[in-house]
């Protein structure tokens, strides 16, 4: 979500456009099996991260993965309730979704189901009716027949046979389905380029611990990245997620780091500032603010165009009320503590250049 704007009548939602089109009109018979093992481990890590939020998906088929401009899958969901009438979707349903008794291994079992039909072309169950249907995803095993399946590996194929089990208790969870061999082995790709050494060295002078700032960092990153950047940083975070959960471990961190040759009082603090929520790990976004050269970013001036609509037309200052809205979640006493210490003139307003040598300063770590 990029902005969320309230109106007298309405709430307004402002999510990333996606234009690349939808998974299977990116399919052919020629697509490789390396290439959709990687379009389903990027199914399986969103799976992963949602499920460790308590959040499940539960209509998911072919056309709620879309590719952005830059050629990156997203999980996508379209807002529409779970209508189990439409024979779309009940093609890709877990069979204890029939009986409205299900948790996160029906998404995975889904998942399984349109793994299936980018290999092989075809659903793993179909029938002439909804009835017949019902009773094949209950009572038969998923096969692979057909010409289809010959060239196929059996990594494949056990993979999707642990996914679409009937018996939930026995269906891989999103996170042991990233981690299977099929999986790994087709991501195995390590990443040496330079962004990986440049990005784990931003994180290392990432020193912003207040809240407010923070939030400024997460707000600035999100405008001023361009899709193309987002997805090669998506990639460095997937090279170091190993247990693909969607989230960096401190023994994941570490592995990374030991290129860097850091001292555990440095590893302790990267671990301390850009664990936002204390959650023992480092998710994507954390990941994404911190790893950003913020020292040429704000030297440079690059950052105001994130507030170029907050910014007064006829001054640099920052109309507050605009900024307020478009940073969501921060109580008011601490907007006011925060104006009153970037308000290096004391006019009772911000300007861009007071903002920048705030943020310089938070970066460094300077008077948190």
Not at 267 to 284: L, T
């Amino acid at each position: 979500i990029f902005e969320f704007v309230e109106t007298p009548s309405s709430y307004c939602i402002v999510s990333e456009y996606l234009e690349g089109g939808t998974l299977f009109s990116h399919l052919s018979k020629d697509t490789e099996e390396r290439q959709i093992a990687r379009y389903a481990h990027d199914l399986l890590v969103a799976l992963a991260y949602l499920h460790q939020q308590n959040i499940f998906h539960l209509d998911l088929r072919p056309d709620c993965l879309v590719f952005d401009s830059e050629g990156r899958l997203k999980l996508v969901a379209n807002g529409i309730p779970i209508d189990i009438t439409r024979g779309g979707t009940k093609l890709y349903m877990a069979p204890e979704m029939f009986q409205h008794n299900y948790d996160a291994k029906a998404d995975v079992w889904s998942a399984g189901a349109i793994v299936y039909k980018m290999i092989a072309g075809i659903v793993p169950f179909d029938a002439q009716n909804d009835e017949e249907l019902i009773e094949m995803v209950h009572q038969e095993s998923v096969s692979f027949p057909g010409k289809a399946w010959t060239k196929v590996s059996k990594d494949a194929q056990n993979l999707l046979k642990k996914m679409l089990e009937r018996d939930p208790v026995k269906i891989l969870s999103a996170v042991q389905a990233a981690k299977h061999p099929w999986i790994v082995r087709n991501m195995s790709e390590e990443s040496t380029s330079p962004l990986l050494i440049e990005s784990l060295m931003n994180l290392k002078h990432f020193k912003v611990t207040q809240k407010v700032d923070k939030a400024i960092f997460y707000y600035i990153t999100y405008q001023i990245l361009s899709p193309k950047e987002q997805n090669s940083l998506t990639e460095l975070f997937n090279s170091l997620d190993m247990d693909r959960n969607g989230k960096l471990s401190r023994a994941e961190l570490e592995q990374g780091l030991a290129r860097l040759d850091l001292s555990p009082e440095e590893f302790d603090q990267i671990m301390v500032v850009c664990d936002a929520d204390h959650s023992g790990s480092i998710d994507f976004t954390e990941f994404l603010m911190a790893s950003q050269d913020w020292q040429y970013l704000l030297e440079q001036g690059v950052f105001a165009q994130a507030f170029s609509n907050c910014v007064s037309p006829h001054t640099d200052e920052l109309i507050l009320e605009d900024l307020k809205k478009s940073i969501q979640g921060i109580p008011s006493r601490e907007w006011n503590r925060f104006i009153k210490k970037v308000d290096a003139d004391g006019n009772g307003n911000i300007s861009v250049t007071e903002l920048k040598d705030h943020l310089l300063a938070a970066y460094r770590g300077i008077n948190q």
